[in-house]
Protein backbone atom coordinates (compact mmCIF):
# COMPACT_ATOMS: atom_id res chain seq x y z
CA UNK A 1 0.00 0.00 0.00
CA UNK A 2 1.43 3.54 -0.59
CA UNK A 3 2.52 5.47 2.03
CA UNK A 4 3.60 8.90 2.46
CA UNK A 5 6.34 10.03 5.51
CA UNK A 6 7.08 13.12 7.20
CA UNK A 7 9.81 12.43 9.82
CA UNK A 8 9.72 15.64 11.42
CA UNK A 9 6.81 16.38 13.67
CA UNK A 10 7.74 19.71 14.55
CA UNK A 11 10.30 22.27 13.69
CA UNK A 12 11.22 25.83 14.74
CA UNK A 13 13.83 27.53 12.85
CA UNK A 14 14.53 31.50 13.15
CA UNK A 15 13.11 34.15 11.01
CA UNK A 16 15.07 34.71 7.76
CA UNK A 17 16.96 31.07 8.18
CA UNK A 18 16.47 28.24 5.69
CA UNK A 19 13.94 25.63 5.57
CA UNK A 20 13.50 22.33 4.55
CA UNK A 21 10.53 20.14 5.70
CA UNK A 22 11.49 16.25 4.32
CA UNK A 23 8.87 13.56 2.57
CA UNK A 24 9.52 10.30 1.70
CA UNK A 25 7.02 8.32 -0.05
CA UNK A 26 6.17 4.51 -0.96
CA UNK A 27 4.46 3.87 -4.47
CA UNK A 28 4.07 1.17 -7.00
CA UNK A 29 5.45 3.80 -9.57
CA UNK A 30 6.01 7.55 -9.48
CA UNK A 31 2.73 9.46 -8.07
CA UNK A 32 1.62 13.26 -8.96
CA UNK A 33 3.10 14.66 -5.74
CA UNK A 34 1.76 17.93 -3.38
CA UNK A 35 2.83 20.09 -0.31
CA UNK A 36 0.13 21.45 1.08
CA UNK A 37 -0.21 23.74 4.09
CA UNK A 38 -2.42 24.56 6.96
CA UNK A 39 -2.92 27.63 8.56
CA UNK A 40 -4.75 26.79 12.16
CA UNK A 41 -8.46 26.03 11.81
CA UNK A 42 -8.38 26.24 7.87
CA UNK A 43 -8.36 24.20 4.84
CA UNK A 44 -5.22 23.40 3.38
CA UNK A 45 -3.54 25.20 0.68
CA UNK A 46 -1.59 23.93 -2.55
CA UNK A 47 1.97 25.48 -2.37
CA UNK A 48 3.44 23.64 -5.32
CA UNK A 49 2.59 20.49 -7.65
CA UNK A 50 4.73 17.59 -9.08
CA UNK A 51 3.44 15.74 -12.15
CA UNK A 52 6.77 14.81 -14.42
CA UNK A 53 9.09 17.00 -15.97
CA UNK A 54 12.27 19.08 -14.56
CA UNK A 55 11.95 17.79 -10.67
CA UNK A 56 12.44 20.89 -9.21
CA UNK A 57 9.45 22.63 -9.05
CA UNK A 58 8.24 26.15 -7.50
CA UNK A 59 5.49 27.13 -5.99
CA UNK A 60 3.97 29.94 -4.21
CA UNK A 61 5.36 32.02 -1.14
CA UNK A 62 8.77 31.34 -2.65
CA UNK A 63 8.57 27.50 -1.65
CA UNK A 64 10.45 25.26 -3.98
CA UNK A 65 10.30 21.26 -3.61
CA UNK A 66 12.98 18.83 -5.27
CA UNK A 67 11.88 15.72 -6.20
CA UNK A 68 14.82 12.85 -6.54
CA UNK A 69 12.98 9.71 -7.86
CA UNK A 70 16.15 7.88 -6.31
CA UNK A 71 15.30 8.57 -3.01
CA UNK A 72 11.69 8.69 -3.42
CA UNK A 73 11.88 11.85 -1.89
CA UNK A 74 10.05 15.35 -2.19
CA UNK A 75 11.19 17.54 -0.04
CA UNK A 76 10.19 21.02 0.91
CA UNK A 77 12.22 23.92 0.64
CA UNK A 78 12.74 28.05 1.23
CA UNK A 79 15.61 30.07 1.91
CA UNK A 80 13.96 32.58 4.11
CA UNK A 81 11.35 31.71 6.29
CA UNK A 82 9.19 34.60 7.44
CA UNK A 83 7.38 34.75 10.51
CA UNK A 84 4.05 33.85 8.41
CA UNK A 85 4.94 30.60 7.53
CA UNK A 86 4.09 29.54 10.67
CA UNK A 87 1.41 26.79 10.00
CA UNK A 88 1.65 22.67 9.21
CA UNK A 89 2.85 21.33 6.30
CA UNK A 90 1.20 18.46 4.64
CA UNK A 91 2.97 16.06 1.77
CA UNK A 92 0.62 14.28 -0.15
CA UNK A 93 0.74 11.33 -2.80
CA UNK A 94 -1.66 10.37 -5.62
CA UNK A 95 -2.87 9.32 -8.86
CA UNK A 96 -5.16 11.14 -11.61
CA UNK A 97 -8.15 11.69 -9.61
CA UNK A 98 -7.99 8.73 -7.32
CA UNK A 99 -7.61 9.67 -3.45
CA UNK A 100 -4.72 11.66 -2.06
CA UNK A 101 -2.68 9.72 0.54
CA UNK A 102 -1.41 12.33 2.92
CA UNK A 103 1.68 12.87 5.68
CA UNK A 104 1.20 13.06 9.22
CA UNK A 105 2.13 16.85 8.80
CA UNK A 106 5.07 18.58 10.23
CA UNK A 107 4.28 21.60 12.12
CA UNK A 108 6.80 24.99 11.46
CA UNK A 109 7.27 27.73 14.29
CA UNK A 110 9.58 30.44 13.50
CA UNK A 111 11.06 32.16 16.08
CA UNK A 112 11.86 35.61 15.86
CA UNK B 1 -15.28 34.08 -6.04
CA UNK B 2 -15.13 30.08 -6.80
CA UNK B 3 -14.47 27.44 -4.43
CA UNK B 4 -15.70 25.14 -1.59
CA UNK B 5 -18.03 26.37 1.17
CA UNK B 6 -18.34 24.06 4.14
CA UNK B 7 -20.96 24.83 6.98
CA UNK B 8 -21.01 24.85 10.07
CA UNK B 9 -17.94 25.89 10.67
CA UNK B 10 -18.36 24.07 14.61
CA UNK B 11 -21.15 21.54 15.23
CA UNK B 12 -21.90 20.14 18.25
CA UNK B 13 -23.56 16.48 18.25
CA UNK B 14 -25.72 14.71 20.99
CA UNK B 15 -25.09 10.86 22.00
CA UNK B 16 -27.06 8.98 19.75
CA UNK B 17 -27.84 11.53 17.44
CA UNK B 18 -26.90 12.39 13.82
CA UNK B 19 -25.06 15.19 12.48
CA UNK B 20 -24.83 16.03 8.36
CA UNK B 21 -21.73 18.51 7.40
CA UNK B 22 -22.63 20.46 4.48
CA UNK B 23 -20.06 20.94 1.76
CA UNK B 24 -21.04 22.61 -1.40
CA UNK B 25 -18.71 23.81 -4.65
CA UNK B 26 -18.70 26.48 -7.64
CA UNK B 27 -16.06 25.44 -9.34
CA UNK B 28 -17.45 22.87 -11.46
CA UNK B 29 -15.33 19.88 -10.35
CA UNK B 30 -16.86 16.62 -10.92
CA UNK B 31 -14.87 14.56 -7.81
CA UNK B 32 -15.03 15.62 -4.26
CA UNK B 33 -14.09 13.73 -0.85
CA UNK B 34 -14.45 13.93 2.79
CA UNK B 35 -11.46 13.83 4.66
CA UNK B 36 -11.00 13.53 8.42
CA UNK B 37 -8.30 15.43 10.23
CA UNK B 38 -7.07 14.39 13.67
CA UNK B 39 -3.95 15.74 15.77
CA UNK B 40 -0.88 13.91 14.53
CA UNK B 41 -2.68 11.74 12.33
CA UNK B 42 -2.56 13.89 8.73
CA UNK B 43 -5.93 13.63 7.01
CA UNK B 44 -7.65 10.09 6.19
CA UNK B 45 -9.99 9.24 4.13
CA UNK B 46 -14.10 8.96 4.58
CA UNK B 47 -15.59 9.04 1.28
CA UNK B 48 -15.17 10.08 -2.22
CA UNK B 49 -17.49 10.74 -5.32
CA UNK B 50 -16.01 11.24 -8.51
CA UNK B 51 -19.63 11.68 -10.49
CA UNK B 52 -23.23 12.25 -9.37
CA UNK B 53 -25.13 9.57 -7.80
CA UNK B 54 -21.96 7.54 -7.43
CA UNK B 55 -19.28 7.16 -4.36
CA UNK B 56 -16.92 5.03 -2.73
CA UNK B 57 -15.80 3.88 0.46
CA UNK B 58 -12.68 5.57 1.75
CA UNK B 59 -10.00 4.40 4.31
CA UNK B 60 -12.29 5.44 7.35
CA UNK B 61 -16.05 5.09 6.31
CA UNK B 62 -17.65 3.08 9.18
CA UNK B 63 -20.32 5.36 11.09
CA UNK B 64 -20.28 8.19 8.11
CA UNK B 65 -22.51 8.27 5.09
CA UNK B 66 -22.84 10.64 2.16
CA UNK B 67 -24.83 11.30 -0.80
CA UNK B 68 -24.14 13.25 -4.25
CA UNK B 69 -27.44 14.36 -5.72
CA UNK B 70 -26.03 17.33 -7.51
CA UNK B 71 -22.76 18.05 -9.00
CA UNK B 72 -22.10 20.79 -6.16
CA UNK B 73 -23.11 19.19 -3.35
CA UNK B 74 -21.55 16.44 -1.11
CA UNK B 75 -23.15 16.46 2.09
CA UNK B 76 -21.69 14.09 4.84
CA UNK B 77 -23.71 12.38 7.53
CA UNK B 78 -21.98 11.46 11.13
CA UNK B 79 -24.02 8.82 12.71
CA UNK B 80 -24.57 7.51 15.96
CA UNK B 81 -22.61 4.68 14.68
CA UNK B 82 -19.53 6.78 14.61
CA UNK B 83 -18.42 6.33 18.30
CA UNK B 84 -15.61 8.33 18.32
CA UNK B 85 -16.57 11.58 15.55
CA UNK B 86 -14.80 14.71 17.51
CA UNK B 87 -12.47 15.59 14.36
CA UNK B 88 -11.70 18.32 11.83
CA UNK B 89 -13.54 17.65 9.13
CA UNK B 90 -12.48 18.60 5.75
CA UNK B 91 -14.55 18.44 1.97
CA UNK B 92 -12.71 19.12 -0.94
CA UNK B 93 -13.13 18.62 -5.03
CA UNK B 94 -11.24 18.12 -8.28
CA UNK B 95 -11.59 18.06 -12.02
CA UNK B 96 -12.15 14.59 -12.58
CA UNK B 97 -8.95 12.94 -13.99
CA UNK B 98 -6.80 15.70 -12.44
CA UNK B 99 -5.10 17.12 -9.65
CA UNK B 100 -5.21 18.68 -7.45
CA UNK B 101 -7.85 18.72 -4.62
CA UNK B 102 -8.93 22.07 -3.39
CA UNK B 103 -10.00 22.32 -0.10
CA UNK B 104 -12.43 24.34 2.20
CA UNK B 105 -12.18 26.14 5.52
CA UNK B 106 -13.58 22.83 7.52
CA UNK B 107 -16.31 22.03 10.29
CA UNK B 108 -14.78 21.23 13.58
CA UNK B 109 -17.33 18.53 15.47
CA UNK B 110 -17.42 18.30 18.81
CA UNK B 111 -19.45 15.75 21.23
CA UNK B 112 -22.17 17.69 23.95
Known amino acids: AQSVTQPDIHITVSEGASLELRCNYSYGATPYLFWYVQSPGQGLQLLLK??????LVQGIKGFEAEFKRSQSSFNLRKPSVHWSDAAEYFC??????????FGTGTRLTIIP | DGGITQSPKYLFRKEGQNVTLSCEQNLNHDAMYWYRQDPGQGLRLIYY???????QKGDIAEGYSVSREKKESFPLTVTSAQKNPTAFYLCASTVAGDQPQHFGDGTRLSIL
Open chain 1, 92 to 101: AVGFGNEKLT
Open chain 2, 49 to 55: SQIVNDF
Open chain 1, 50 to 55: YFSGDT
